[in-house]
Nanobody, 128 residues
Framework: QVQLVESEGGLVQPGGSLRLSCTAS????????IGWFRQAPGKEREGVAC????????YYSNSVRGRFTLSRDNARNTVYLQMNSLKPEDTAIYYC?????????????????????WGQGTQVTVSS
């Protein structure tokens, strides 16, 4: 049984930074991908970024590329999403999700329907 546990989000001022973490358990020996998604009120869930196991390929959506960075700690089975230069439009509930297979080599990695396992979500608010 795959489980994903996210860290708490928070309130940050525009231009500030925040780091989220996602600790995964239950994946088998094959490749898997951890993705980050977000959903703002009244909007569809949007793919943010993803990272695959093995070589650690990453993929970022255009809206966050250059501002958000993924990293991982394999010993802790944890993926980190470092968010810099935050904007009010980054305000949303952020979810980490897990999928079997290495999806981070293409935009498939940021399509929500490709993910089977989901965390509980955490609120990130960017406001002065």
């Amino acid at each position: 049984q795959v489980q994903l546990v996210e860290s708490e989000g928070g309130l940050v001022q525009p231009g500030g930074s925040l780091r989220l973490s996602c600790t995964a358990s239950g994946f088998g020996r094959g490749y898997y991908t951890i993705g980050w998604f977000r959903q703002a009120p009244g909007k569809e869930r949007e793919g943010v970024a993803c990272i695959s196991s093995g070589e650690g390929a990453t993929y970022y959506s255009n809206s966050v590329r250059g501002r958000f960075t993924l990293s991982r700690d394999n010993a802790r089975n944890t993926v980190y999403l470092q968010m810099n230069s935050l904007k009010p439009e980054d305000t949303a509930i952020y979810y980490c999700a897990g999928a079997d297979g290495a999806l981070a080599y293409s935009p498939h990695g940021v399509i929500p329907t490709n993910y089977k396992y989901w965390g509980q979500g955490t609120q990130v608010t960017v406001s002065s």
